[in-house]
Each structure stands twice: as structure tokens, then as C-alpha cells.
């Protein structure tokens, strides 16, 4: 994840989200294809939260 202007250093929590969901997906297809079931589950409850929050309230 990039940094937004020059010096900035301040991402939005709904930017923060969505990246968080991109990379928990990711995890979910490893923990999947590894069949660890139960991490797998958790990931995705991750990934389902934050694709909820980077909609913003």
C-alpha cells in the first residue's frame, strides 16, 4: 500500500479495509487449497469484515 501525497503518512480506515481484504482473500486461497479449515473460516470472517468497513458507514 502506497502512501497518499507527499507526505501525508494517513491512509483512510476504508482504504485500510479494502487492502486488508485483498490480502486476507489471498490467505483464504492458501489456507483453502491447504485444507485448514477452521484458519480458513477465520480469514474469511476477516476478509468479510473488512470488505463490510472499506464501504464505509
Wanted: glycine share 8%; net charge negative.
Amino acid at each position: 500500500m502506497t502512501e497518499k501525497g507527499a507526505g501525508s503518512g494517513q491512509s483512510k480506515p476504508e482504504e485500510v479495509a479494502a487492502y486488508i481484504a485483498v490480502l486476507t482473500a489471498e490467505m483464504v486461497r492458501l489456507a483453502r487449497w491447504h485444507n485448514l479449515a477452521a484458519l480458513s473460516y477465520l480469514l474469511d470472517l476477516a476478509r468479510m469484515e473488512a470488505v463490510e468497513r472499506s464501504e464505509g458507514d
